[in-house]
């Protein structure tokens, strides 16, 4: 019995946006720009084992209309190097230690952050996300 291949069932969720790790914020100025980030369409940043990264929803355009690669012998590096081990098509969710998809999230999150008197956000922790 031939082994399933998740390429064959491939929609190229990986080529549709790309994550970059992001400076760890420090003062109150930086979640400002961090806020800022998320005022623009495509955006969500998120949290994952301490490290902070932005994600971007970004279209590659040698992605084809059958979810193929256009240009798959002449692919990045690291297209070359990804496995499906890591393969956004494994069914499930993301479990970040925070996630934000928008500017107002992030700005309950500053006035926690930064005001002694109210409670950290719960729904911004351990917050889902989707693949």
Known sequence: MAKENLCDKCTGLCCRYFALPI?????EQDYEDIKWYLCHEGITVFVEDGDWYISIKSKCKYL???SRC?????RPKICRTYTTKVC???EGEYDYELYFTDDKQMEEYIRSKFDNNMDPIPELKRKK???
Not at 23 to 27: A, I, L, R
């Open 129 to 131: 996300g989707k693949k």
């Open 23 to 27: 400076e760890t914020p420090e003062d």
């Open 70 to 74: 256009a240009i798959y012998d002449k």
């Open 88 to 90: 956004d098509f494994i």
């Open 64 to 66: 084809t209309d059958d």
